[in-house]
């Protein structure tokens, strides 16, 4: 059987597997990273960590004989996304990408795109507002620099330590958020300002809707540059490209 590795870490990922799994005719393994303390059950064997890089991800696909690289990695996880690439055009093994469109902005939304998070900072300015951050633990330090703020957090990994800073409160949540739930959140809280990436899909735009709903303003990361390699924008169109990228021998099993 044609062995496919799907560089994972998102839901996307985890329904590709599934799918492309109850084919039956591929051998399909998910890889993460190892980050998420609990991360959710996975449809098809999974291994965990890095590979050391291109050259380590190029190796491994040597290694496990792999037919068909695919990354499905989150559209923030750029380093990923570049080893994968490379590791691809090193070990001449095919690749492909999912690639999730980014939202885009309709009338009524109040978005200030930065690049980074400490643009972020930057945006939401020297007086004191209560900010809903939508980020990861990785991504949120630089708001240490703005102590006059009051922060309300939602992660997937609980935020160890916690923010540096007077007034932060903490939500443990994994998506799908629904918008009503969200404009709840929102409104209850007093939130007037959202940071937040563009992850495009539907299972985190509640927000996006909401803050549209409440008149709020929107602080987005903007997306990081991502290799150029065939790609398909959903589950479907990724797994309805595999079988014409798979090398034909691979697929005879030779
Ligand atoms: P990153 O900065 O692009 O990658 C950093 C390093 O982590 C990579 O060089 C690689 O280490 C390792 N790595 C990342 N993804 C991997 C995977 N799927 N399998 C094996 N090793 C992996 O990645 P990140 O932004 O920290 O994201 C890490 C994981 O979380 C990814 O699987 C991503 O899909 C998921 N995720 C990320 C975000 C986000 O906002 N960044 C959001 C949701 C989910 P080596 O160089 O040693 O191979």
């Given at each position: 059987m044609p062995r496919i590795l799907i560089l994972g870490g998102t839901a996307d990922a985890r329904r590709l597997a599934a799918r492309l799994a109850g084919r039956g005719d591929l051998s399909i393994t998910l890889s993460l990273?190892?980050?998420?303390?609990n991360p959710v059950a996975q449809p098809v064997p999974v291994r965990s960590g890095g590979f050391g890089g291109a050259e380590g991800l190029a190796a491994y696909l040597g290694q496990e004989r792999i037919s068909l690289l695919i990354?499905?990695?989150?559209?923030?996880?750029a380093q990923i996304s570049a080893n994968a690439a490379a590791a691809a055009a090193l070990a001449g093994v095919p690749i492909l990408a999912l690639r999730r469109p980014a939202w885009q902005a309709v009338e009524g939304d109040r978005w200030t795109p930065v690049d980074s998070a400490e643009a972020a900072v930057q945006a939401l300015g020297t007086a004191r507002r209560t900010v809903f951050l939508a980020l990861g633990r990785q991504e949120i330090?630089?708001?240490?620099?703005?102590?006059?703020h009051s922060y309300v957090v939602r992660s997937?990994?609980?935020?160890?330590?916690?923010?540096?800073?007077?007034d932060a409160t903490y939500i443990l949540a994994r998506g799908p958020f629904a918008e009503d739930d969200d404009l709840a959140l929102l409104a209850d809280r007093g939130i007037d300002a959202i940071v937040c990436k563009n992850?495009?899909?539907?299972?985190?735009y509640g927000k996006i809707a909401a803050a549209r709903r409440l008149g709020i303003g929107v602080i987005m990361l903007r997306r990081p540059a991502l290799p150029d390699?065939?790609?398909?924008?959903t589950v479907e169109q990724v797994a309805a490209m595999v079988d014409h990228v798979l090398d034909p021998a691979a697929k005879r099993g030779v």
């Open positions: 990273a190892g980050r998420t303390e990354d499905a990695t989150h559209p923030y996880a330090a630089p708001f240490e620099a703005a102590r006059q997937v990994d609980p935020i160890a330590p916690p923010l540096a800073v007077p992850s495009g899909g539907g299972a985190t390699v065939p790609s398909g924008k």
